[in-house]
Antibody, heavy 120, light 106 residues
Framework: QVLLVQSGAEVKRPGASVKVSCKAS????????ISWVRQAPGQGLEWMGW????????NYGRNLQGRVTMTTDTSTSTAYMELRSLRSDDTAVYYC?????????????WGQGTLVTVSS | SSELTQPPSVSVSPGQTATITCSGD??????SSWYQQKPGQAPLLVMY???ERPSGIPERFSGSSSGTTVTLTISGVQAEDEADYYC?????????FGGGTKLTVL
């Protein structure tokens, strides 16, 4: 079965960076894109960007341009999201999600989420 | 506009029909999807391509589309359907989510 397993919770100081991983299994990793979505406490879903797992090209959300980098390692079927210059309002649960073109680019599988807390 | 607008909350009694709308200019051109999210859990895809239901999603969930509005309908609502629901689409090259609707089963 398709699984996306994310790395564990992180606590960071303002100004630091965080790198979250998302290990995929149960499908051909390079056949689908991976998006990252975050959710601040008590808030809605915010799309952060997308990476083509095969070619590595990316598309980042307007609000995060310049602070986020998404990469993949096809040898381990793992996607990564690095967010730099962390601020307190970056505190959120970060999700990876598989994008499926045949489903109209819907996100059909999600990771379990990674809580990133930014606090001094 | 690159926004999707949902009602903040919808309340229904068990067995009734819940209707959640999502409006936005992007919806007239690009497919929508719907996600159900229960507290402490990751979102779950319940509808894609406006009207298609993923395998494993109960038949009481259905979707429709008209112009710039898409609708998620839950017929015969059950207590387990209480959750937040988010619509999602895209605007040119950016994915957008609606603000979410909290469905309360009275």
């Amino acid at each position: 079965q398709v699984l996306l397993v994310q790395s564990g919770a992180e606590v960071k100081r303002p100004g630091a960076s965080v790198k979250v991983s998302c290990k995929a299994s149960g499908y051909n990793f390079t056949s689908n894109g991976i998006s990252w979505v975050r959710q601040a406490p008590g808030q809605g879903l915010e799309w952060m960007g997308w990476i083509n797992a095969y070619k590595g090209n990316t598309n980042y959300g307007r609000n995060l341009q310049g602070r986020v980098t998404m990469t993949t390692d096809t040898s381990t079927s793992t996607a990564y999201m690095e967010l730099r210059s962390l601020r307190s309002d970056d505190t959120a649960v970060y999700y990876c999600a598989r994008l499926t073109p045949v489903a109209g680019d819907a996100f059909d599988y999600w990771g379990q989420g990674t809580l990133v807390t930014v606090s001094s | 506009s690159s926004e999707l607008t949902q009602p903040p909350s919808v309340s229904v009694s068990p067995g009734q029909t819940a209707t959640i709308t999502c409006s936005g200019d992007a919806l007239s051109k690009i497919y929508s999807s719907w996600y159900q999210q229960k507290p402490g859990q990751a979102p779950l895809l319940v509808m894609y391509k406006d009207t298609e239901r993923p395998s494993g999603i109960p038949e009481r969930f259905s979707g429709s589309s008209s112009g710039t509005t898409v609708t998620l309908t839950i017929s015969g609502v059950q207590a387990e359907d209480e959750a937040d629901y988010y619509c999602q689409s895209a605007d040119t090259k950016y994915v957008i989510f609606g603000g979410g609707t909290k469905l309360t089963v009275l």
